[in-house]
C-alpha cells in the first residue's frame, strides 16, 4: 500500500525564487523506510498531540502537516497517522502556542520530515524570533543561547518520549502484517532549502572571518 507521507505547503506569493545552485547534500540526506507497525486515528493523534480535532482536521486540509499512512479523501474517509506524525503534530502546536509564526512553523516541520522517527528523539528546535533551527548538539544550541538573542526552545526528544508513553495507552490499527513502510525521502519546501542555503553560507563565512 502506497504512502503520502507529510507535505509541506507554503502560499505561492510567499515564496522567494531559488537559484541553480546544487544545495549541499547533507540537507537532504534521508533516513532509509522505516517498517510502521502501527496507525492512530485522528482522534487519538489530536489527543495525544494536544490539538483539537478541528486543529488537526484544517491543518490535513490545508497540507500543514498530513497523515502519512493513510490521508482523507473526501467525507466519510479516516485519516491514519504514524507515530512520527503525532511527534511533528505535537511540536507545531508548541511551536503554535510559543508565537511562532506558521511559516516558520512549516520550516521546522521540513526539518523534522528529514530525519528518521528515532533520530527525532534527539533534536531540538529553537527560535530566535525571525528563524527556527534545528539542534542535534549542546553545541549548536549553546551557539544560538550566546547569539544574545531571545530564543525558545523545543525539546522534541522530550515530546517523544512523552507522545510514546501516551500512546501505549490508545487504540490503534495493526499494521505489521501489511509491511506499510512510510519513505522519508520526501523533496524539501522551497523556502526551508533557501533558509538551510543561507544558514550554511553564514557560518562559512563566519569560519572564516574567524
Same mark, same amino acid.
Given at each position: $500500500? ?7 505547503? /507554503? ?33 487519538? @493523534?489530536?489527543?495525544? &498531540? ?9 491543518? @490535513?486540509?490545508?497540507?500543514?502537516? !498530513? ?22 503534530? *505535537? ?15 512549516? @520550516?521546522?516541520?521540513?526539518?523534522? /520530515? ?26 549548536? $544550541? ?7 538573542? &531571545? ?13 510514546? @508513553?501516551?500512546?501505549?495507552? !490508545? ?16 523533496? /524539501?519546501?522551497?523556502?526551508?532549502? $533557501?533558509? $538551510? ?10 569560519? !572564516?572571518? *574567524?
Amino acid at each position: $500500500m502506497g504512502a503520502t507521507g507529510l507535505h509541506l505547503h /507554503i502560499p505561492l506569493e510567499e515564496r522567494e525564487n531559488l537559484n541553480d545552485e546544487a544545495i549541499q547534500g547533507e540537507l537532504f540526506s534521508t533516513a532509509d523506510e522505516q517498517e510502521v507497525k502501527r496507525g492512530y486515528r485522528g482522534t487519538v @493523534a489530536s489527543k495525544v &498531540a494536544g490539538i483539537t480535532y478541528r486543529q488537526l482536521d484544517y491543518w @490535513a486540509r490545508k497540507q500543514i502537516v !498530513e497523515p502519512s499512512i493513510t490521508p482523507s479523501h473526501g467525507s466519510g474517509s479516516r485519516r491514519l497517522y504514524s507515530f512520527k506524525d503525532v511527534v511533528i503534530l *505535537a511540536v507545531s502546536k508548541r511551536l503554535l502556542d510559543a508565537g511562532v509564526n506558521l511559516q516558520n512553523v512549516t @520550516a521546522a516541520i521540513g526539518f523534522l /520530515i528529514q530525519r528518521s522517527s528515532d533520530q527525532l528523539a534527539n533534536v531540538t528546535i529553537m527560535c530566535d524570533g525571525q528563524h527556527v533551527h534545528e539542534c542535534t548538539t549542546s553545541e549548536q $544550541m549553546l551557539e544560538l543561547l550566546q547569539s544574545g538573542k &531571545a530564543v525558545f526552545a523545543v525539546s522534541v526528544g522530550s515530546l517523544w518520549h512523552q507522545i510514546e @508513553a501516551a500512546l501505549e495507552h !490508545e487504540d490503534y490499527v495493526d499494521l505489521e502484517a501489511q509491511s506499510v513502510k512510510i519513505s522519508t525521502n520526501r523533496p /524539501i519546501d522551497e523556502l526551508t532549502a $533557501m533558509r $538551510m542555503r543561507k544558514k550554511l553560507e553564514a557560518r562559512r563565512l563566519q569560519r !572564516e572571518m *574567524a
